[in-house]
């Protein structure tokens, strides 16, 4: 009789950032649903600028010229970023550092890309900073606008009223304790639990 050949089992690859992730104790968190990473997506990219700086930016430069520019640097530069960063935390499901590491120990790369994901990091905290002040001062300004506070107000006394305003250093500083408060508890919730859920409130409105 013939004995029949035992198959080997293939033993199973686990990757080192797996094992370390368990090691830790990490989980990795995602996305609940398209909409809401959108509308995360959509809330992290479109700021004030959009608003605000770009129509006072375009009409100083030019106007249907400096779009066409705006729009070309979009989609040669601005795209394949993106496209880039998606792709490295689909891949990695890390943060923006461990993530470039990660991959670049896998394809046998130079672990000095890792600065590439510092500097991008520094760059979200340092907008942080500029956002958290302009965001107190939306806060500040809020209460006199349900008020009817700037009906009637000319450009002078609106600048006045806006110096008064951010002149307030104690609330200001209430107004922005508050902001990084809840900020903080948001994104302490995780990605399904904070960020896209308040994303998923907030954009609609």
Not at 55 to 76: D, H, K, M, R, S
Not at 112 to 121: C, H, Q, R, T, Y
């Amino acid at each position: 009789k013939k004995k029949k050949k035992k198959k080997k089992k293939k033993k199973k690859i686990i990757p080192r950032e797996e094992i370390f992730m368990a090691a830790i104790g990490r989980k990795t968190d995602t996305w609940g649903s398209r909409f809401g990473f959108i509308m995360a997506a959509v809330g992290s990219s479109v700021g004030l600028g959009n608003f605000w700086r770009f129509p006072f930016t375009a009409g100083e430069n030019g106007g249907g010229a400096f779009i066409v520019i705006y729009l070309a640097c979009v989609v040669l530069f601005g795209l394949p970023v993106l496209m880039a960063e998606y792709g490295m935390g689909r891949k990695s499901g890390m943060s923006a550092v461990e993530g470039i590491h990660s991959l670049a120990r896998a394809e046998s790369k130079s672990a000095n890309w890792g600065f590439v994901a510092w500097v991008g990091s520094l760059a979200a905290f340092f907008i942080l900073t500029f956002y958290m002040v302009i965001s107190a001062w939306v806060i500040a300004f809020i209460p006199q606008a349900f008020s009817g506070a700037f009906e009637g107000f000319t450009a002078e006394t609106s600048g006045a009223n806006f110096g008064e305003t951010i002149g307030n250093r104690g609330m200001i500083l209430w107004c922005l304790g508050g902001f990084i408060a809840v900020n903080t508890f948001i994104v302490a919730r995780g990605v399904k639990g904070g960020i896209e859920r308040a994303a998923t409130l907030l954009m609609p409105l």
